[in-house]
Nanobody
């Protein structure tokens, strides 16, 4: 059993910052990729940023220059530092963890709400 738990969401004013954390625990073989996604009401879940096992990072255009993804492999943890937040960043943010198995196994967290409002 693998658990993925996000934390760090909340209410912040426009221009503010938040740091999301995601910890994967349980019977994890080996983690390949980790990433952050978000979902707006009535919309499909979309990628925000991903981190590969080789240290590579990929960002959505909306996140470039404002968000930074990082991970601590020893702790099976991935972070998302979000700066210069805008009201349009308001969404539920989900953590995705991909196990290096054959076939790959994907785990999702329960999501954490981020609200950017004055």
């Amino acid at each position: 059993q693998v658990q993925v738990v996000e934390s760090g969401g909340g209410l912040v004013q426009p221009g503010g910052s938040l740091r999301l954390s995601c910890v994967a625990s349980g019977s994890i073989f080996r983690i390949n990729g980790m990433g952050w996604f978000r979902q707006f009401p009535g919309k499909e879940r979309e990628v925000v940023a991903t981190s590969g096992s080789d240290g590579s990072s990929v960002y959505a255009d909306s996140a470039k220059g404002r968000f930074t993804i990082s991970r601590d492999n020893a702790k099976n943890t991935v972070y998302l530092q979000m700066n210069s937040l805008k009201p349009e960043d308001t969404a539920v943010y989900y953590c995705k963890v991909v196990e290096l198995t054959t076939p790959l196994i994907v785990h999702w967290g329960q999501g954490t709400q981020v609200t950017v409002s004055s």
